[in-house]
């Protein structure tokens, strides 16, 4: 990667609890609410480095917005896995797997896999009104919102099978029902796509549609009448997956290009397969948003060539700074033809971009920006406020310093498709600080500027929890 990413992928010990930033410039009055991050902190156990940024362990990041006013907390899951990362081991994360003999023995114990990993560091949500830490694996992690102190698992109350789950929930803006899916192994591996309603801790299967694989499918999008998901290539192969010797999911992972790649698309009222077009091999991580235009889905996500992406966020090549060994994500068009069950692609944009967002009314529904990193140059990373509808796109750079995953936000009673801010956190590696940055939404101008009282590690994903 580019110098300076090498920065943001070193331990960090500090956690402090509501401490006032200096910032520069103005935060607007009206932004009320509280941005949560989620995200690797702690990359070393034992003595010896973790293999993966997505191993390290969950570190949560608050920052709470009130009368213009801005105050930061930071703070580790205490898990299971923190616990054994404190005794100096881990075991059964996405790359990393010290616990050898032990693990074996697990194994043959319990005549079955070892359980998995509750080091929840990818993404955040609010269910049935408790805040929870999520990753691929089953496991959630709960916590308070004002301290986040760690309160324990948190349970569904449903026995929906899964080996593999969704860390990307999708909400529905004017519904409030929470959209996801998991993956079960076996000899007839399944998707088994979900809705939570509000107010529910109990997942109600929408459809199970057979797994061709599986594939490693990372997110999700949704209309206002069906739920996609994208199976690529990238297979988990069955006995792989669930042999005591694989060092973690990375290590099953298997590159398949002579399979297609399949966009699944669900009525999620009735459970109906309504579309599974095929398109050449390709990966993907992260959607940006779909919505339903006559017979038509329209599908925008990041796409990559391959799966050499995955390889890329080892934490020895994030080190080396080679911004040569990581490719860069396109945004792409997927208009998918119910009728025909065909599928056309555009790209959108000829820049690299990364960890898209749309605003929060607008999931599901047409929208027209997309917020994501900009990916492209040497010594930096930016943001791009990309045009879905023109592939015109606005980006804002500054040397040395990279821009991790943009929120963007409405103001109330917003005018535009555009009115509202973007928040995004940024490692400046020369400084050696995180900095939070305010964005106008329209302009991308700068209106606030906090730095932050230490270099937190490059972290994934976050939800802005608006004030009622």
């Known amino acids: 990667m580019p110098g300076g990413y090498a920065v943001g992928v070193q331990s960090l010990q500090q956690e402090v609890t509501n401490v006032s930033p200096p910032v520069a410039g103005t935060i607007p009055a009206w932004l009320s609410g509280t941005l949560i991050r989620n995200g690797p902190g702690r990359f070393d156990v034992g003595g010896q480095q973790l293999t993966h940024w997505f191993d390290g362990l969950a570190m949560l990041r608050r920052y709470a917005f009130a009368d213009g006013q801005l105050t930061y907390s930071n703070r580790f899951l205490r898990t299971n ?23 074996l023995l697990s194994w043959l114990a319990s005549l079955g896999p070892p359980a998995v990993t509750d080091n929840a560091n990818v993404h955040v949500a609010e269910i049935d009104g408790t805040h929870v830490a999520l990753t691929e694996a089953p496991r959630r992690i709960a916590f308070d919102v004002e301290t986040l102190e760690t309160q324990g698992p948190f349970r569904f109350e449903d026995a929906l099978p899964e080996q593999l789950t969704a860390a990307h929930l999708v909400t529905d803006p004017e519904t409030g029902e929470w959209f996801g899916f998991t993956t079960e ?5 399944q998707y088994h796509l979900y809705r939570v309603p509000p107010d529910s801790r109990s997942r109600e299967r929408i459809a199970s549609l057979a797994a061709d694989g599986p594939g490693y499918v990372h997110d999700c999008s949704i209309t206002a009448e069906h739920v996609i998901i994208v199976e690529t290539p990238l297979v988990i192969p069955i006995l792989r997956a669930i042999s005591p010797f694989s060092e973690g999911l990375l290590d099953t992972l298997d590159w398949q290009p002579q399979r297609a790649t399949r966009i699944l698309v669900v009525d999620r009222h009735t459970g109906d397969l309504v579309a599974d077009p095929t398109l050449p091999p390709l990966f993907t991580f992260h959607h940006i948003n779909a919505f339903l235009e006559d017979e038509t889905v329209v599908l925008d996500l990041i796409e990559f060539p391959d799966a050499e992406i995955v390889e890329a966020m080892r ?29 056309e692609r555009t790209q959108l944009h000829s820049g690299g971009m990364e960890l898209p967002r749309v605003f929060s009314s607008q999931v599901g529904r047409r929208h027209r920006y997309a917020y994501g990193q900009a990916t492209d140059r040497e010594g930096a990373n930016g943001l791009v406020k990309l045009d ?17 995953e943009p929120i963007p936000i409405q103001r109330p009673g917003a005018s535009a498709p555009d009115d ?16 939070l940055l305010v964005f106008d939404a329209a302009t991308l101008e700068v209106l606030a500027d906090a730095t932050l009282p230490h270099v937190e590690p490059l972290g994934f994903h976050g939800r802005f929890f608006a004030e009622d």
């Open 420 to 435: 509202g801010v973007v928040l995004a956190t940024a490692l400046d590696s020369e400084r050696e600080r995180t900095r």
């Open 81 to 103: 896995a923190y616990a054994d990362a404190m005794a100096g081991e881990t075991a059964g994360e996405f790359g990393t797997d010290q616990r050898g003999l032990r693990k």
């Open 388 to 404: 879905c509808e023109t592939g015109e796109a606005q980006e804002w750079w500054s040397q040395g310093v990279f821009v991790e």
């Open 315 to 343: 934490l020895e090549t994030l080190i080396e700074e080679s911004s040569a060994a990581v490719p860069d994500g396109r945004p792409v068009r997927y208009r998918i033809d119910l009728a025909s069950n065909q599928v």
């Open 185 to 189: 192994f076996g000899p007839d591996p």
